[in-house]
């Protein structure tokens, strides 16, 4: 059985545990404490050195980090990855897109909200961060104004790597009123079969 | 012919460039200054709307843009990337740590001061910046203790991804002296054959 290192709160964990539940593939699941520096142990760091979850370990023991190489690993050859040529790049486009110019301003708001006080230094951050998460919202608003998904008009990996954070923006203070495209995209992600949600305990195994 | 539209002194555009030459690709170079606003015209932003470079344009039109799904796709089917499942899953978990862990540590700071003066605001985040990046080479310097290459130990495009901006690293602030099998590793991706260099121009054609 595979395992998957991982945090519940975390939306790039997430991104595997929801399509490893749509793919119907058991998992152990091993959760560790990123606010207690679980990811920063020697053990962990050997197992990946850039110690950060989510981390796939397969039956045999081959390790594999970052969400977006986790969701492609999974899906390919599923029903979740075209097969053409194009269609995959423009994937890739979309979570490179999201690691890049989404991740650091929409998760990372929320992070800051979650778990620092209020009176924290690291909220200084938040206004500019939350700006650049608005920016990388209206460009996808923009996409979604023509499509009803990312790629290829039916739902990818791509959508489950920008669902992930995007459908709890407002925990970063980032509201999605003013995205009404974007807001029926999350609706038909979430009415996906086997569907499940960000804080969902994953089955035991 | 297909179209790149980037602008020479950017890493990333460098990225498909060396990979255009080695592949043998001819193609039409269309530069754009970012520092006077070019990719943020209505016209520009028609074609990408997050207002990046690189961009390919295909010869009948179709648009990629994220400098790792231009390498993905133009790679795809050639040497330069690996067929097996779970080293493909490799090349793209280098390619997102670079774009999320290194690129704005290492190429950012590269901009900061080539581009601003020395009393500019932005220098203010060099230090935590330069801090981050050094993390990401120490995380490449560990996996280089013991391969010659990212993925496979063969030359891929997770090796042009990192190789991009870390040659470039003392630009920003960044020195690579600290890291001898990265520097190593840098020597031999720059013996790679049709190699090219971030500031040759493109070909014209």
Do not use: C
Not at 43 to 64: T, V
């Amino acid at each position: 059985m595979i395992t998957l290192y991982d945090y519940l709160d975390s939306g790039n964990g997430y991104k595997a545990r929801l399509l490893l539940a749509q793919l119907r593939i058991p998992y152990r699941y091993v959760e560790l404490d990123i606010m207690r520096g679980e990811t920063r142990t020697p053990e962990f760091l050997a197992k990946n050195p850039d110690g950060r979850i989510p981390l796939l370990e397969l039956e045999d023991g081959r390790l594999l980090a970052q969400s977006d190489a986790i969701l492609w690993y999974l899906a390919d050859g599923t029903e979740f990855l075209p097969t053409e040529r194009y269609e995959r790049a423009l994937v890739l486009q979309w979570m490179f897109f999201e690691q890049y110019s989404h991740e650091p301003y929409v998760a990372t708001p929320r992070f800051i909200m979650r778990h620092f006080a209020a009176d924290s230094p690291r909220r200084a951050e938040l206004p500019k961060r939350q700006a650049q998460g608005r920016d990388a919202l209206a460009v996808m608003e923009r996409h979604l104004a023509d499509h009803s998904y990312f790629v290829a008009e039916r739902y990818t990996i791509a959508d489950i790597a920008l669902y992930a954070y995007t459908h709890v923006a407002g925990d970063g203070g980032i509201e999605l009123a003013p995205y009404p495209h974007l807001r029926a995209w999350l609706a038909r992600v979430a009415a996906q079969p086997l569907h499940v949600g960000l804080l969902d305990q994953p089955p035991k195994h």
